[in-house]
């Protein structure tokens, strides 16, 4: 983790981070633009993100959209039909059950429209600081297992198992980290392993065809 710390440095933030970061790490923006982000490209994500906050930047302007202009706002994320209605479903139950603030534990997060424990982590850990969670999206679990740090088949198995795996110190950080790593050097086909700072620790478990 020490070495993959130092060698994501200067590489391009992933796009949440960097709305995270845009945005004074704000958990409603955090929210919205993580439900954007999935099957989606980061560069996509973004832009559709920065769109939709121009439209509207709180739980309360954003539930009163017609599903119609959220979804020509967020085009061309994938399924941007079905995110537009979870975006305004989601805003709505923020607006009439809490508050029209994004609350800060899992279990009130999951209750949200489309909201999964991979986005529910990733709002705890960048909007609200948590040190007790471990976000697993695909990349995570592709690295995991290559590393041999886990032995799963599903990313809700590698969320509970890396928490037995890994060290709690690491736990905000490992999201960021091979997310990074995954879109730059440890790809899901043909990952750079010949370039890769950690290659001398993994034993590359599943990669059949590396460019190395
Ligand atoms: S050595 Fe290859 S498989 Fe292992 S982490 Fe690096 S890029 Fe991924």
Redesign the pocket.
Known sequence: MRALARAITGLELPAVEKISEEQAEDPFQILIATILSARTQDATTHAASTRLFKAARTPQTLAKLPVTRIERLIYPVSFYRYKARYVKACCEMLVSRFGGKVPSTMEELLTLPGVGRKTANLVLILGFKSLRNICVDTHVHR?SN??GWVKTTLPDETEQALYRATDTRWWPYINLYLVT?GQN??RPVY???GD?V??DE?P?IG?SR?NS
Do not use: N, Q
Request: some cysteine; charged content about 25%.
């Open positions: 690295i290559r590393l790593w050097v440890c990952p750079r392993c890769c950690i290659r993994c590359r990669v590396s």
